[in-house]
């Protein structure tokens, strides 16, 4: 290697060194986490808790599957995970669909009220499920849709926040577009398909990943609107299992199970994420 | 025939035809909003004036006399404080140590997208995950970070004020008993949980914020003889104060909604010491089933959280710097 | 102030060859202005004696100092920006007392000399503003200030006046002009614009391809382009050019015979080019009065395009094989079909030798 390329890297050292610690540190709870998951149950209920160094590693607690001896009769980390998709999924698609829609109507019709409507839907933003649990909760109730997935995803299917992102991308859609569109004879649904939301798309993108994470990471209502165990959302799943002292381990092993398509899905969506939120003037 | 067209017809009012035009687009949302949003605003309100009686057969209208009784009771009070007391020890470290690592996975070296990965991890831990990656730290019996606390000879700390659900006679016990008198350790548990999950989300969002700072003004700065520091101080924390400020509204907001951590972790205890608002309501409402005091915290948690948000816009205008 | 000197350096970007070999001598005091097209080279050598870039090869001195390891806060340059890169928060006056601050001057001294340099551009009711309020030519001037304010060893400039209009940029040639004057530092331009280079530099450096073509005096890159590449980068409308072999008393194009003169017939047979480009100017090109004896060569063709440019008209007259561009006085005005011939004398005449690019004479 050459001279300065090696003062050059030399000179990087440091810095590489305090990211790596950092991360280090950072990721430490995980690690425990997944030194942890190795262990047979018997090492935690001992005095010194279990190494960080598993000797013989359990790789079959990963596979223990559901609730052979009853852990808080939860059918398993595969039925979590299930759920939590499906809820997340179907949350995230309603809002992309009813804000794409009424970012349209905001963005590009008029109307009496117009501005006084979008001031409203701006406020939904401050007004956070748990301050209306009680009433949403009796509401669900009242449909008879606890412990089904319409009640787990119900009061999620519009946002604020997702109607204020898309409009700010609609508007940056020059006029004359929608104006040449109608010459050429597109109505107002030809318009947002063919032309809106295609141009749309990184917002759209933000968007999903947004609602997705916050869907995902829900907890309250989830735990307030099932009781069947077969419905348990990720998130309440594995609460449940931390209450089992004898199935610690497994439990541990299923975060770690839990973990990881999150951990994929912010990788992959990390750029689009953070592009949306800045619009365009973000480099690289 | 389609909507616009019968409006048409029928000689309706320019206005009207554009509402009917608008309507299919908006209605979705305004149905969705209306029902779990205003209306639940409005009747929580409403539920506010009636207390249940002990045996939950009946609601009394009491008038105002409810949100009297509990917004000034000790209870509220206190799960207020240690509501604002988790929000400061939540936000302020949160953004501190993000910034630090924003700066750092901003640097322009190869292989720095890895670390970035990295620091934004805890985002995908989300509430639940993060609990449990906690509690293996933290835990009394299992925790690990006790057992390297004694190795440097102090004593053990009972994290989450919990004595955990020790299984067998433990040598430690004794030693635990002598911190359970100070609840303050759960808070900072549960805080120390959150603010790790913070960090993941404020990473993103300040690294975001960096990258829109052109890199000119930094080689400006360093021509002009500005060091490291200089610059950070200078060019980087000025440029960043709109999207500081956007992370710790967002942080707010998250700090007043926290509840799956604190139900995982330590239940609202011990002593109510990590008693939020929100625990509180759920409390009240789910394990006492007296909706009516629910009911008047969660319509207080809302004008809180309202004017917290206000008086932080406020607070800012001048000195946050908008492009 | 000081002299800026590059030694055989060198700038790689991966496999891309950003700079090589450069060798330059600026001297103190000097207006020198780096030319080039975009993507030579010429912004990568200001950064790196700006210090914002490390050279793969080769050492840059300023003053006497060797500064290859010196960090930019540290070598008392000052540099302006294409995008002028002021500080958005802070206002003018903040802005252009930033270096000096840095360096840890009295706030008397910074107040003092903050106010001189603002004076001096013309930009003293602007102080207590904040750059989003400014035109682009005011806050080309903030950024100036800034620059000049901390009395540096060298200005650094990287092309600061192609984001301004045509009318701006025009006015703030003669005022660049002056400054220099009053000021007397080293001045470091860096442009593609030729016409910046001609009226402001004292002597121009021409790069292509990381590759230094030429350094001479304006007027000396004009009338003596030392090659291909300078011959054709200035001068507008550019030069015209055309192939030829080497024949009997001179040249053979394929639009007839250029007839050169003995030193200069010497001078092609001496370089052993097989093929020669020979190059004209445009202004040298006139109607042929009198005989052809006159001339080194004439060209017979068809007026194509007439631009009348109100002084003079441009017109591209359309030979048997390609086409030439003449500048004519604007009377008599042409008409496109005319049939005209044009004559050169040896004197306007710049021979290249084909192969290498390079100039064979006069």
């Known amino acids: 290697m050459s001279d300065a390329l090696l003062r050059r890297w030399l000179r990087r050292a440091p810095a590489y060194g305090v990211l790596a610690l950092c991360a280090a540190v950072l990721l430490f709870p995980l690690y425990v986490t997944f030194a942890n998951s190795l262990h047979p149950i018997a090492e935690f209920l001992q005095d010194p808790p279990p190494s960080l160094f598993p000797s ?171 009781n069947d165990p077969d419905l348990r959302t990720v998130q309440i799943g594995i609460g449940a299992e931390t209450q089992e002292p004898f199935r610690i381990n497994i439990a541990f092993a299923n975060t770690i199970i839990a973990f990881l398509p999150m951990v994929l899905l912010v990788i992959a969506f990390q750029r689009s994420l953070v592009r949306g939120l800045f619009g365009g003037s973000v480099k690289g | 025939m389609s909507a616009p067209a019968a409006a048409r017809r029928f000689a309706l009012p320019r206005g009207a035809r554009q509402l009917l035009t608008a309507l299919p687009f908006l209605a979705p949302s305004i149905v969705l909003f209306g029902a ?100 293996v730290l933290l835990h009394p019996t299992i925790g690990i970070l006790n057992e390297w606390i004694e190795t440097l000879g102090l004593p053990r700390v009972d994290w989450l004020n919990d004595g955990g659900w020790a299984v067998t006679e433990h040598s430690g016990v004794s030693k635990l008993t002598s911190w359970i008198s100070d609840p303050n350790w759960a808070l900072l548990s549960v805080s ?76 609202g205890g011990p002593v109510d010491a990590t008693n939020v608002v929100i625990y509180s309501i759920y409390q009240e409402a789910f394990q006492n089933f007296r909706y009516g005091a629910a009911s008047v915290q969660a319509v207080a948690l809302f004008v809180i959280m309202l004017g917290l948000t206000l008086l932080q816009f406020r607070l800012v205008r001048g000195r946050i710097f908008y492009r | 102030m000081a002299r800026v000197r590059f030694e055989q350096v060198g700038k790689r970007f991966g496999s891309v060859v950003a700079l090589h070999d450069l060798t330059l001598d600026i001297n103190d005091g000097e207006f020198f202005v780096l030319l080039g097209p975009s993507g030579c080279g010429k912004t990568t050598a200001l950064r790196i004696v700006a210090g914002l870039q ?12 060797l500064v290859n390891d010196v960090p930019a806060k540290d070598r008392d340059l000052a540099m302006v920006f294409q995008s002028y890169a002021l500080y958005p928060h802070m206002s003018v006056y903040d802005n252009v007392a930033f270096g000096l601050r840095m360096r840890k001057h009295s706030r008397e001294e910074i107040d003092r000399l903050v106010r001189e340099a603002a004076a001096t551009l013309g930009i003293d009711q602007l102080l207590e503003r904040r750059p989003g309020a400014l035109s682009g030519g005011q806050q ?75 350094v001479a005096p304006p007027q000396e890159v004009y009338d003596r382009p030392a090659n291909l590449f300078v011959a054709e980068f200035i001068g507008s409308p550019a030069m015209n050019f055309l192939t030829a072999r080497p024949a009997d008393g001179g040249l053979r194009t394929d639009e007839g015979v250029v007839r050169l003169p003995d030193d200069l ?98």
């Open chain 2, 192 to 267: 120390m949980a959150t603010v790790w999950m913070n960090v993941g989300l404020f990473t993103i969002i300040l690294l975001a914020g960096l990258q829109t700072i052109p890199d000119e003004l930094y080689e400006s700065a360093r021509v002009d003889g500005a060091g490291r520091w200089a610059q950070f101080w200078h060019v980087t924390l000025p440029m960043l104060s709109p999207t500081l400020f956007f992370a710790s509204v967002v942080g707010v907001i998250f700090a007043f909604q926290a509840f799956g951590q604190i139900d995982i972790m330590t239940g």
């Open chain 2, 36 to 135: 779990f949003v205003f209306y639940p605003l409005v009747k929580s309100v409403y539920l506010g004036f009636y207390i249940e009686n002990p045996f939950r057969t009946r609601q009394i209208y009491v008038g105002f006399d409810q949100y009297r009784d509990v917004l000034a009771s000790s209870e509220f009070v206190s799960s207020l404080l240690v509501t604002v007391t988790f929000t400061l020890y939540t936000v302020v470290p949160a953004l501190v140590i993000a910034t630090f690592l924003a700066v750092l996975a901003n640097q322009k070296l190869p292989g720095v997208v890895v670390f970035r990965t990295i620091f934004a991890s805890p985002l995908a831990a989300s509430v639940a995950l993060t609990a449990v990656f906690w509690l």
């Open chain 3, 54 to 65: 490390e050279p793969s090869a080769g050492s840059v001195y300023i003053g006497e100092r």
């Open chain 3, 140 to 214: 080309q001037r903030v950024a100036l200030g800034r620059a000049i304010v901390r009395r540096p060893q060298a200005f650094l400039m990287d092309e600061p006046l192609s984001n301004l209009d045509a009318k701006m940029r025009v006015q703030m040639r003669a005022e660049l002009i002056r400054l220099h004057r009053d000021l007397g530092g080293t001045f470091v331009y860096v442009t593609h614009d030729q016409t910046e280079a001609m009226t402001m530099g004292e002597r121009v450096a021409v790069l292509e391809g990381g590759l230094l073509q030429q």
């Open chain 1, 56 to 226: 013989h590693p359990q790789w079959g607690n990963y596979f223990a599957g559901g609730d052979e001896q009853g852990g808080s009769g939860g059918p398993g980390v595969t039925r979590y995970l299930f759920n939590s998709v499906v809820v997340a999924g179907i949350i995230t698609i309603g809002q992309l669909v009813t804000s794409t829609l009424a970012a349209y109507a905001f963005a590009f019709l008029r109307f009496p009220g117009r501005g006084v409507l979008f001031a409203l839907f701006l406020a939904t933003m401050m007004v956070p499920l748990e301050v209306a649990v009680i009433p949403n909760f009796q509401t669900i109730q009242w449909l008879h849709w606890t412990d089904s997935y319409q009640g787990l995803v119900a009061p999620f299917l519009a946002t604020g926040f997702g109607t204020f992102l898309l409009r700010q991308y609609f508007l940056t859609i020059p006029s004359e577009l929608k104006d040449a569109a109608e010459m050429d004879g597109y109505g107002e649904y030809r318009f947002l398909l063919h032309v809106a939301v295609p141009l749309a798309g990184g917002a759209l993108a933000t968007l999903a990943v947004f609602a997705f994470l916050q869907a995902w990471n829900q907890y309250l209502w989830p735990l307030l609107v099932t």
């Open chain 3, 265 to 362: 017939r010497a001078k092609v047979e001496a370089s052993g080019a097989k093929e020669i480009i020979a190059g004209v100017r445009p202004e040298h090109l006139a109607p042929v009065e009198g005989g052809d004896a006159a001339y080194a060569a004439t060209f017979t063709g068809t007026v194509d395009v007439v631009e009348p440019l109100g002084s003079e008209q441009h017109v591209t007259v359309a030979l048997g094989h390609g086409s030439l561009v003449a500048r004519l006085p604007a009377h008599p005005r042409l008409a496109a079909g005319a049939s005209i011939t044009l004559g050169v004398q040896a004197e306007h005449l710049h021979l290249f030798d084909a192969a290498s690019r390079a100039r064979i004479g006069p």
